[in-house]
Each structure stands twice: as C-alpha cells, then as structure tokens.
C-alpha cells in the first residue's frame, strides 16, 4: 500500500502534467487567434495600392491625366451657289492639262460659272491671306478649325472691301468673283480653282460640299 508521502508526490505529478496541458492549450488558442486575425486583415500595403489604383484617372503615355477633347467640327458649303465641275481633283494621278498641253497633278476642282459670280467662303474662319499668284492668279485663303484651310483661285483682282488677312468671315461670307486670271488654266472657261487641305494634305473638295449644277438651276431657284 502507498503511504502518505507517494501519495502526495503522485498528486503532484498529475496537478503538474495537467498544468502542462492547459498552458500548451493557452499557447495554440492564442497562436490560432493570431493567425485568424492576420488573415482577416487586409496587407496595409495592398489596401493603399488598391485605393490608388482606383482612385487615379487613365493616364497618357505622357504620364498626364486623359481629359476628354473634343474637336470642333467644320461644316462646309459650297463656294458658289450653282456650277458645274470641270475639272476634278486629282491628287495622286497626273491628269491633262489643255493649257500646259502636259500632265499634273490637280489639288483642287475647277468650277465654271460666268464671269463676276460671287464666290463665298465655304465655311467659317480667319483670312489667313490675299495675294495675285503668278501662275493661279487671284487667290484668297482661309484658314478654319481642325487644321482645315480652304483656297480660292483664279478670281478676279477686285476684292470685296474687308477681306483681308486677318479678317474673319462667316461661311456665306462674299469673298471675291469668278475670273480667269490663272495662266496655268487660261484655256478653261472661267471657273473658281477650289481646294481644301487638312493639316497640310489636299483632300477632295467633293468630300464636303454639295454642288448645284447649272442644268438643274431652275428647279433650285423654285
């Protein structure tokens, strides 16, 4: 039989084995409550790239800010009320020329009307100049939004009072009268040599006008 004193150091043993237990138990609940936390918690780091990423606007690759453009757009109208083209334009394709009796290129559309018809500007902006040209005779540019610029040839050298360079004109505003002052088309009827460039490039003034031809002049003037 166990006398007092095993007794006492068998209890002992089980007060210390079962304090063992329960301070390894404390240790594991406070590792998994640590570790559960962690994961409920968002990375600092992440958060703050996450809130940027948002919160900043697309960017260029200039590093700007996109901010939304919107071009002003340009309406053209005819440069002359009623005409017929008699010379297209060409651009890339050399096309006969009955005055240089040669072949050229063509950045414009020629079209005849009489003597002394009105021209108008085909659309709003600022006479960027007037000038006699030694080979197209009379000539009147325009420069307008977008890049765009119109040019009249082959006027008459009487100019309406105002247009100048500098100027600004309404579309419809009286800029000059059909001539026949351009050497390189003195065989042509008189006619307006009208172009129309886009930052620089001819583009086909058909394009963006609508022309009344002469033969359906009666019914326009009804």
């Known amino acids: 039989m166990m006398n007092e004193n095993q007794k006492k150091l068998q209890m002992n043993r089980g007060l210390?084995?079962?304090?063992?237990?329960?301070?390894?138990a404390a240790i594991v609940i406070t590792v998994i409550a640590v570790v559960s936390s962690k994961r409920a918690k968002p990375n600092p780091d992440e958060s703050t790239t996450a809130t940027t990423t948002q919160a900043k606007p697309a960017e260029t690759t200039t590093g700007k800010p996109?901010?939304?453009?919107?071009?002003?757009?340009?309406?053209?109208i005819a440069p002359i009320s009623i005409g017929n083209v008699i010379g297209e334009w060409s651009a890339d394709i050399p096309v006969f020329s009955n005055t240089m009796e040669d072949y050229r290129v063509h950045?414009?559309?020629?079209?005849?009307?009489?003597?002394?018809t009105p021209v108008y500007a085909a659309a709003d902006g600022t006479v960027e100049s007037v000038e006699f040209h030694p080979m197209m005779g009379q000539t009147v540019v325009i420069a307008h939004a977008d890049g765009y610029k119109t040019v009249?040839?082959?006027?008459?050298?009487?100019?309406p009072e105002g247009i100048e360079a500098g100027a600004a004109v309404k579309a419809g505003d009286?800029?000059?009268y059909v001539g026949d002052t351009a050497l390189v088309e003195i065989a042509e009827n008189p006619h307006l040599h009208f172009e129309i460039c886009k930052d620089g490039v001819s583009e086909n003034?058909?394009?963006?006008?609508?022309?009344?031809p002469v033969d359906a002049s009666a019914d326009y003037e009804d």
């Open 174 to 176: 009286e800029i000059g």
């Open 152 to 159: 009249y040839r082959n006027m008459q050298t009487n100019i």
């Open 66 to 76: 996109t901010e939304p453009v919107i071009a002003e757009k340009v309406s053209f």
């Open 16 to 24: 210390a084995i079962a304090l063992s237990l329960l301070v390894v």
């Open 205 to 212: 003034p058909m394009d963006y006008i609508s022309l009344v």
């Open 107 to 116: 950045l414009g559309v020629d079209i005849e009307a009489d003597a002394g």
